[in-house]
């Protein structure tokens, strides 16, 4: 997929210069504006309306203060809380957000990082997945600014804005151990993802603290969605016996799980304890309100933002690595000792 940088080369000219010819400007010599046109036509490059709008904020600022975000699934409220940490520092320091949401699916992240890198974005804050080192490698090596958050990239060395996944997962089964739980079921999120392994390995971390076997019976792996929730909940539901308490990978499972819980006809907290991963704006309105591991989202979007302009400003500067601890909100959704 050609962009603009690729016609520029080919025609031996400036970026601002195709940015030009592509909007008609009269400030183009006529011999350099068919040099042009001749390479974009080579290059088979079509410039949406888009990338002309941004073309023409780059010839009218020098920098069209453009960055990418892209993000796994828009539908998460934890996701929209990065966005809007994104977002607000970039307006604050006069730059745009272009977010993609590619739902898990690599090759739609693959098509949506083409897409970015081909408009010329001035950095990129990316929720990565697996697979995608090689590009991501690429993007780095060609000297865009990026910054990974939520997931780490094996093999790349960017920067990136973490949770402490396993300790908050951790914190959240050792709540319902110290209750009297000992039948524990996990709900975890899709099994290759990086936080899913963690806060599987943070509720392996407690059961073994606290000398209670391992009940694989009692872990589910699902795809980190509402349907997931819902299916594998019920699973554990009609198991015999069902488990005291149950501990959700994710919001989204959560939900699930809380609506086959009402559908089952099962009381939380009496018959079955539930602790999610994420906390949701409106868990305390919930009857009883939710227990649940709260993630700084807004917070990772801002740091991340900062360090995507840190990284702008120096290119070699070291790496960082930026974890935030995850709290565990007690509600009533657990009970009480």
């Given at each position: ?46 410039p949406n309306r888009v990338a002309r709008r941004l073309s023409k904020l780059r010839m009218k600022e020098g920098n069209g203060k453009i960055i990418g975000l892209v993000l796994p699934d ?191 006809g099962f009381s939380i907290p009496k018959d079955i304890a539930l602790v999610g991963f994420d906390d949701m704006h409106w868990s305390i309105s919930l009857n009883p309100p939710l227990t ?7 917070d990772i979007g801002k740091r991340a933002t900062e360090l995507l302009f840190q990284r702008s400003g120096d290119l070699k500067r070291p790496t960082a690595k930026v974890i935030f601890n ?12």
């Open positions: 997929m050609s962009n603009l940088k690729d016609v520029a080369s080919l025609a031996a000219v400036s970026i601002a210069t195709v940015s030009r010819v592509i909007n008609n400007s009269s400030l183009v010599d006529p011999k350099t504006r068919v040099k042009v046109q001749n390479a974009i036509k080579k290059l088979n490059f079509h828009i539908n998460n409220p934890f996701y929209v809380d990065v966005l809007r940490g994104v977002e607000d520092y970039a307006l604050k320091h006069e730059y745009v957000v272009i977010t993609c949401n590619f739902g898990q699916d690599e090759s739609r992240e693959k098509l949506y990082l083409n897409i970015l890198q081909s408009e010329s974005i001035d950095g990129l804050v990316v929720v990565p997945v697996l697979g995608l080192e090689e590009k991501v490698s690429k993007m780095v090596e060609s000297g865009l600014p990026i910054v990974c958050v939520d997931r780490e990239l094996t093999g790349t060395d960017v920067d990136v804005v973490l949770v402490d996944n396993r300790k908050g997962a951790y914190e959240a089964v050792q709540h319902l151990i110290r209750l009297g739980h000992k039948r524990i079921a996990f709900i975890s999120g899709l099994p290759q993802i990086p936080t899913s392994v963690e806060r599987l390995n943070g509720y392996r971390d407690a059961l073994h603290a606290n000398k209670i076997p391992l009940d694989e019976k009692l872990v589910k792996y699902g795809d980190s969605m509402y349907e997931s929730g819902l299916r594998l909940s019920e699973e554990l539901l009609k198991s015999e016996p069902p488990p005291t308490a149950l501990f959700t990978g994710n919001n989204l499972i959560t939900l699930g799980a809380l609506e086959m819980i009402h559908r089952s649940a591991v709260r993630q700084p989202g807004y995850a709290e565990l909100k007690i509600r009533n959704s657990c009970g009480s000792a």
